[in-house]
């Protein structure tokens, strides 16, 4: 028998299987949650969260870990310095994090495709692993599939507005849907929906730099991260930044491991978000003079500030980094 952290295990986990009931509750409780639902010429219907609030977030950051994990709005954890944080937690970071929620579907279409302005756009969500079009999906060998005749899913888009036709296109082919089996859910970072959902993406930044730091990731057994939920921007650069800051420069992380107590330990001594060159300044300023190019930014920065490695197999557990509040609070409020 196979032990459960076993990635073959694990794979026999269905993420689109499990958000079946999640997609079906944006548009039932749209209203409620501030939703602005609508269904374009082809059918496909689109839920807009520009106008939503944190709990709308909170459910659409559960949908995008294809429904192995939990999201919960609670007071922060940085006592008086400010009062909102999320917090995420799973049994299956790997499958939830970098099968699911991971934004890492690239869509593009140029302006001779669209008619009009170029598009492009970072796709999370369980429909990644129905296309399979990315190395890490690739890697980690899983591909999902989903009913022919009743299965739902979706795509969540860090977007102002739906994408054109020739995009959504594209999508429902890749992905072998008809129309009605796909609800694309745009996520402005401007607004507090958008916000929540990047925020609580602070596991899944822990995750991907565990891959790129070549750990094992079927020893990663569960986790559990926390971050301070800041108040959007209206400006979409200030925005990006400050929910950025709240994982690199407030997020904690911990993760239980098997294996050797020296991998653990390592893992905890490079993981945090320190150990960037770029660590601290505001994600803006970096972003800016990066000129406003993400694959400029050195990598180790997409990490939380803080976090616990712990081995199962040894009982120790290690600890490294650190919040940076002033850093945070200089940033995010004024003085009354």
Request: charged letters at 20%; a negative charge.
């Amino acid at each position: 028998m196979n032990p459960p952290n076993d990635m073959s295990h694990r794979h026999k986990l269905s993420v689109n299987a499990r958000v079946q009931s999640l997609v079906k509750r944006l548009s039932l409780q749209a209203d409620t949650l501030g939703l602005i639902e609508s269904t374009d010429a082809s059918g496909v219907r689109i839920i807009d969260a520009t106008h939503a609030g944190a709990g709308a977030g909170q459910l659409i950051a559960t949908l995008c870990l294809g429904g192995l994990g939990r999201v919960d709005l609670q007071p922060s954890t940085v006592g008086s310095e400010w009062l909102s944080a999320v917090s995420v937690k799973s049994s299956q970071p790997v499958l939830a994090c970098l099968a699911s929620q991971y934004a890492g579907w690239a869509l593009q279409a140029t302006k001779e495709e669209t008619g009009g302005k170029k598009f492009f756009a970072l796709g999370s969500g369980p429909i990644r692993a129905l296309a399979n079009k990315e190395e890490i999906l690739k890697e980690m060998g899983y591909q999902d599939h989903i009913d022919a005749d009743a299965g739902v899913t979706a795509l969540v888009l860090e977007v102002n507005g739906p994408p054109p036709p020739v995009v959504i296109d594209k999508v429902l082919k890749a992905c072998g849907l008809r129309p009605e089996q796909l609800t694309i859910v745009l996520t402005p970072i401007t607004s507090v929906a958008g916000t929540t959902q990047v925020v609580a993406r602070v596991l899944e930044v822990a995750m991907h730099k565990v891959h790129q730091l070549g750990f094992p990731l079927a020893d990663i057994v569960e986790g559990s991260g926390v971050a301070p939920l800041p108040i959007p921007s209206v400006d979409q650069a200030m925005a990006m930044g400050r929910s950025n800051d709240a994982i690199l420069y407030g997020g904690r992380v911990h993760l239980s491991v098997r294996g050797s107590d020296e991998a653990a330990r390592q893992l905890a001594k490079q993981l945090p978000s320190s150990h960037s060159k770029d660590y601290g300044r505001p994600f803006a300023d970096i972003f800016k003079d990066y000129g406003y190019d993400f694959y400029k930014v050195d990598p180790g920065l997409f990490a939380p500030a803080e976090v616990w490695v712990s081995n199962l197999d040894s009982g120790n557990t290690w600890h490294s980094g650190a919040m940076n509040l002033p850093l945070l609070m200089n940033h995010w409020q004024q003085e009354a």
